[in-house]
């Protein structure tokens, strides 16, 4: 009964903090643009975004409590790309805890969630399955070299629990191509929240780790395949850690 009574409450207030929290952010951005530049613009809207993303976070708090933890402040006016895991499909709103302007790395599902699905086409989140591996290098490199970091899940698909799945390779020829640090993140105790699935939500503790930052003349001699598997133990041995002492 607990359960279904968090699920209620969260999806009950999730529709109506959306109706509201969405239109006037859209509002607000909207205004912004006509006395602003179109870049100034979209900063806002990714930060709307953010806004947003950490409202649907923190509705279920206590009974779901997410924790952002760091290992050192980065610059956040620099561009990073930052790679993570994929246990669920809270991954892509906790993202929210970054203290950036960035875009993600999504599949097609994203973009067919209705109103949020434009926001993100409209922000300039990559789509991987429509366009071209040169286009995505090519939209890519542009976001970057204006500051925006970007987020990929280089497993391709949630994991639907503990096990992580093999690395596909883009987020790192990118970070070798336009010379950018990488920077590693564990999120860990969100696999039930919700199961692969399922849109049912279970009380829990989700942590998001920040690594220390991979600066690109740290791996600028490896090759792309080399860099992932790289990345993957690193994360992989932080998550046995976390899970270990938690």
């Known amino acids: 009964m607990k359960i279904v009574a968090l699920n209620i409450w969260f999806y009950t207030l999730f529709v109506i903090s959306s109706s509201v929290v969405i239109p006037l952010l859209a509002v607000q951005v909207a205004l912004w643009r006509i006395f602003h530049s179109h870049r100034s ?6 930060r709307a975004i953010s806004i947003y993303g950490k409202l649907v ?3 279920p708090f206590p ?16 561009p990073y790309i930052f790679v993570a895991n994929h246990r669920a499909a809270s991954d892509a709103f906790l993202m929210c805890v970054l203290p950036h302007e960035l875009v993600q790395v999504v599949n097609t599902w994203p973009f067919r969630i209705p109103v949020i699905g434009l926001f993100a086409k409209l922000s300039g989140y990559l789509n991987v399955k429509r366009i071209s591996h040169e286009e995505f290098h090519a939209r890519a490199g542009r976001l970057l070299r204006d500051g925006v ?6 497993e391709g698909t949630r994991s639907g629990g503990r096990t992580m799945g093999n690395f596909h390779g883009a987020a790192f020829r990118l970070a070798l ?3 950018v640090a990488i920077v590693p993140l564990c999120i860990s105790g969100n696999e039930n929240i919700p199961p692969k699935g399922s849109l049912m939500l279970r009380p829990g503790t989700i942590r998001v780790r920040r690594l220390p930052t991979l600066a690109w ?3 600028k001699d490896l090759s792309a395949f080399a860099l992932k598997n790289r990345v993957r133990e690193i994360i992989q041995k932080e998550l046995d850690a976390m899970e270990r002492a938690a």
Do not use: K
Not at 41 to 46: G, L, N, P, V, Y
């Open 149 to 154: 970091s970007i987020v990929f899940f280089p």
């Open 63 to 78: 009974v779901i409590r997410v924790r952002y933890e760091t290992a050192g402040q980065d610059d956040t006016a620099v």
């Open 217 to 219: 003349q740290e791996f």
């Open 57 to 59: 976070v923190h509705i």
């Open 177 to 179: 191509q336009e010379r």
């Open 41 to 46: 613009a979209m900063q806002r809207f990714r």
